[in-house]
């Protein structure tokens, strides 16, 4: 009598819940690791942007003085001491460095040169972010000019803070508290410009974007 092999049974297609899931932790692991990847790119692309618009401002305080003989004095400046001050629009000092000053008392560029030409407009902010030191909740990353105010801000919004040798002794007090922890207490320029960085916060100098080394 012959015997009749027995039927093999065949397995359903398609997953199982266990490889679905299986799947579903590798997308999310990979996803997880490119966003953090793209944020870090993103974040030094504003690092750089930022750098590149610290040294634009203190070139133009640079040629500012070659044509002038005399540093830019922003609003809050007093007399025969170096100015602490920033770009934002109460300061003054980014419409004395673009020649738009207007009906003023006392003309501090004359010839109207506009010395931060290179400087590009800003960008409206996807999202308001308030800063610690003092920013724009409307525009990142450029020159911003509305209704005769003119101010400059980095790639997250802050105003960039600027130190001038209003006494012209030739040198600065540095402001970076890392470096002078490591004896550097003096930086011999006439003009320092720094962005407070993602943070927004003055003191925290590892991710603030400096003009000088």
Avoid at 68 to 82: M, V
Avoid at 116 to 132: R, T
């Amino acid at each position: 009598m012959k015997l009749l092999s027995p039927v093999p049974r065949l397995r359903a297609t398609g997953f199982t819940l266990i490889e679905l899931l299986t799947v579903i932790s590798i997308i999310s692991i990979l996803a997880a690791a490119s966003f953090a990847g793209y944020g870090k790119i993103v974040e030094g692309v504003r690092k750089k942007g930022s750098a590149v618009m610290s040294l634009a401002i203190s070139n133009a305080v640079e040629q500012f003085f070659s044509d002038y003989n005399r540093l830019p004095k922003p609003t809050s400046a007093t007399e025969g001491a170096d100015s602490d001050t920033t770009t934002e629009a109460g300061e003054g000092l980014v419409k004395v460095l673009i020649g738009k000053e207007g009906e003023v008392e006392s003309i501090q560029n004359p010839r109207n040169i506009d010395y931060a030409e290179g400087i590009k407009p800003a960008k409206s902010a996807k999202k308001a972010v308030a800063s610690a030191s003092g920013g724009s909740d409307k525009w990142v990353d450029g020159l911003v000019a509305e209704d005769d105010s003119f101010e400059i801000v980095d790639a997250w919004g802050n105003y960039y803070k600027v130190k001038l040798d209003s006494d012209y002794n030739k040198e600065l007090e540095n402001p970076n508290t890392d470096q002078v922890a490591e004896g550097r207490t003096k930086i011999m320029k006439k003009v320092l410009v720094w962005s407070p960085g993602k943070d927004g916060k003055e003191e925290t100098w590892n991710d603030n974007v400096m003009s000088w080394d």
